[in-house]
């Protein structure tokens, strides 16, 4: 039979790049709120807790208690970020310069929260009541609490890097 060439039906468009623009999206919402919050906890929060507070037992209290729950926020995110990342890049995500600063990040919080953080809490509670920066445990806190400051910078650091990262990468 001649006639017209016969007509396959249209094929939909792939919803491929409709998901990574979304996994795109996903991604910057995650780095916005975990390097944000660290950045706004670390560097505006705590230190107005302590200018402000009329004790520093209460004021390193609530801050202990923010550092904590963006631990948990950065954990949350970094896993979140690694596999979005791992699903879209397969075997190449380690080797993908992002994933290697969530990671690193992320093993920097756990390192913090579940390492350092510890042995702060166990220092102060040798000698609760009593403020610990006025007890026999003051040089061991100040030289923790100068890691865990440490650790807290360097993070802070990926981070920034990992913005910057993310803002090339998407424009």
Not at 40 to 51: C, D, H, K, N
Not at 118 to 129: F, G, I, M, T
Request: positive net charge.
């Amino acid at each position: 039979m001649k006639g017209k060439p016969r007509r396959s039906p249209p094929v939909p468009p792939s919803p491929i790049p409709r998901l990574y623009k979304f996994a795109d999206y996903l991604e910057s919402v995650l780095v916005t709120l975990w390097v944000g919050g660290m950045w706004a906890i670390g560097y505006l929060v705590a230190p107005m807790l302590f200018a402000t507070l009329p004790e520093r037992m209460l004021a390193g209290a609530v801050a202990g208690k923010l550092f904590g729950g963006i631990a948990w926020t950065g954990i949350a995110c970094a896993m979140s970020l690694l596999v979005l990342r791992a699903l879209r890049l397969r075997a190449a995500a380690t080797g993908d310069r992002q994933f290697r600063v969530v990671a690193a990040m992320l093993a920097l919080t756990l390192a913090g929260h579940f390492g350092v953080q510890p042995v702060l809490q166990r220092l102060k509670d040798e000698v609760a009541p009593a403020p610990v920066m006025e007890s026999r445990n003051r040089d061991a806190f100040g030289r923790w609490h100068g890691a865990s400051s440490g650790i807290y910078l360097v993070q802070s650091l990926l981070g920034l890097a990992l913005v910057a990262m993310r803002s090339r990468s998407v424009s």
